[in-house]
C-alpha cells in the first residue's frame, strides 16, 4: 500500500485593513498579512503552510479582494479553510471563500488582470472617522480635468514615470484598461484595470491627477510625464491610505468564485 500523502492547492479570497500590516510580503518583524495568513493556515493544516498572493501590496493599502494559493497534504473541508482559518487570523483581515484548484493555478503567473479603487476626500480638514481609509487633498480639485487625464492615459504605455526606484517587473510597459474618475460630495473615487501594475503605479497616477486637478500640470504636461519615462519629473506618490486591491481576473477553466469585490465606504452611495 502506499502511504504518501497526495497534496492539494486551494485557492483563497482574502480582505483585509492593511492599516494593521507593514504590508502583505513577509518579513522578520512578522507583521504582514502572509505572515499572518501563513500562521493560521499552518494551525489548520497541522504543518508548515507558505502561501502566495495575487499582488503584493504596500504597507497601509487595503484589500477588498486579494488572492492566494497554498499547498498543504492535509484533507480538510473547504469551510474549514474559511470558517476555521478566520477563527485564528486576527480581526483586520479574513478568508471570504475557498476552493480547490489544479497544480497549473498561481495566485499570481495565472491572472490576465488587477483593479484597484482609490477614495479621496477633497475637504478643507482631514479626516477623522475614515482616517487610513481614504487619501486627503484640502484644495479644490477639478473632477472634470481629472476625468479627461485619466482617459488620456488609457492602452498600453511605458509607466517609467509612475514606477518605484525598487519596482521588480521586469518591463515598464502595461495596459491600462479602465482609469474612472467620479465625485459625490467631495469624495473623488478611482477606479482603475489593467494585465498587471507597476511597484506604487497606481499611487503615483493619482499623484499625478491630483496635480492635474489643482492646475499644477496640464494635460500636455501629463503627456509629455509619460513620454519622459523619468520618474523623477513626476509628482510625489500619494499617500497609501485611500487605496484598496478590489479584483484579480482569471480564466473562468479554473472555476473560482467571483474574484472582483468592490470597495465601499460609509460615504459613498
Known amino acids: 500500500m502506499d502511504d504518501r500523502k497526495v497534496g492539494v492547492r486551494i485557492a483563497l479570497g482574502v480582505e483585509y485593513d492593511g492599516r494593521a500590516f507593514s504590508g502583505w510580503q513577509s518579513q522578520p518583524d512578522g507583521n504582514t498579512v502572509q505572515d499572518a495568513l501563513n500562521r493560521a493556515l499552518s494551525v489548520i493544516a497541522h504543518e508548515p503552510v507558505v ?7 504596500d504597507a497601509g493599502v487595503h484589500a477588498a479582494m486579494q ?24 480581526p483586520e483581515v479574513a478568508v471570504v471563500w475557498a476552493r480547490e484548484v489544479g497544480d497549473d493555478f498561481h495566485a499570481r503567473f495565472s491572472a490576465f488582470s488587477r483593479s484597484y479603487s482609490y477614495f479621496l476626500l477633497n475637504h478643507p480638514v482631514r479626516p477623522s472617522l475614515l482616517a ?19 482617459v488620456s492615459l488609457l492602452g498600453r504605455h511605458d509607466f517609467s514615470s509612475f ?3 525598487e519596482c521588480q517587473a521586469k518591463s515598464p510597459e502595461k495596459h491600462l484598461q479602465r482609469f474612472d474618475v467620479d465625485e459625490q460630495d ?29 492646475g499644477r500640470l496640464s494635460l500636455d504636461g501629463l503627456s509629455e510625464l509619460v ?10 506618490t500619494f499617500m497609501p491610505d485611500g487605496l484598496y486591491l478590489t479584483g484579480v481576473g482569471y ?13 465601499r465606504l460609509a460615504l459613498w452611495r
Not at 135 to 140: E, I
Not at 190 to 203: G, K, S
Request: hydrophobic residues 45%.
Open 51 to 57: 502561501c502566495a498572493a495575487a499582488g503584493r501590496t
Open 67 to 90: 488572492v492566494a494559493h497554498f499547498d498543504t497534504t492535509a484533507r480538510r473541508p473547504l469551510s474549514a479553510w474559511v470558517r476555521g482559518v478566520n477563527a485564528h487570523l486576527p
Open 132 to 150: 487610513g481609509k481614504v487619501g486627503w487633498y484640502h484644495a479644490p480639485l477639478d473632477a472634470g480635468a481629472m476625468r479627461e487625464a485619466a
Open 163 to 165: 514606477r518605484a526606484a
Open 186 to 214: 467631495g469624495l473623488i473615487r478611482f477606479d482603475l484595470t489593467a494585465d498587471a501594475f507597476l511597484h506604487h503605479m497606481v499611487r503615483n497616477l493619482v499623484g499625478a491627477l491630483v496635480y492635474v486637478g489643482s
Open 227 to 236: 513620454a519622459a519615462r523619468e520618474r523623477r519629473r513626476a509628482p510625489p
Open 251 to 263: 480564466p473562468e477553466t479554473f472555476g473560482l468564485p467571483s474574484c472582483a469585490q468592490p470597495a
